[in-house]
């Protein structure tokens, strides 16, 4: 496990690639979003402007149901192309191709143990203490 420790250090971190390719590609998709808001907000404007229950305010109606619909799909499509946001996230993935599969299910399994063992000591932590004990 240590040489894998070591190499983290050898190597380059392709953090800084990955980041700057991942912004270049949100950018238009940013710029569209931005476009639909604005054509949401008029389709929005437009239907309070026709009389209730006439052809145009239904087709006016219909336009604002494909927008939101466009919205989301760009919300959705936006949050594949950044699906990790933090530096944790890259640390498991990198560390992850650098250690074997049994290493990595050690890893993993000790994690759970350190993980079940602090969630026991906060249920029993307030129970030990018992009723006449200050803190």
């Known amino acids: 496990m240590r040489h ?12 800084q690639d990955t980041l700057g390719n991942r912004n ?21 404007a437009s239907v309070r402007t026709f009389p209730a229950g006439s052809l145009q305010q239904a087709k006016a109606r219909a336009r604002v149901t494909r927008l939101q619909n466009e919205l989301r799909r760009l919300k959705a499509t936006l949050g594949m ?4 946001q ?3 996230d890259f640390l498991i993935e990198m560390f992850r191709e650098r250690v074997s599969r049994n290493e990595w299910q050690c890893i993993v399994a000790e994690a759970r143990r350190r993980h079940d063992s602090k969630a026991a000591e906060r249920q029993i932590g ?5 009723p006449g004990v200050q803190s």
């Open 4 to 15: 894998a420790l070591a190499r983290l250090e050898d190597t380059q971190s392709p953090l």
């Open 24 to 44: 270049d590609g949100t950018e238009p998709l940013q710029q569209q979003r931005a476009d639909l808001v604005r054509a949401l907000a008029a389709a929005e």
């Open 81 to 84: 192309a950044r699906p990790r």
């Open 86 to 88: 933090n530096l944790g």
């Open 126 to 130: 307030p129970l030990a203490a018992g």
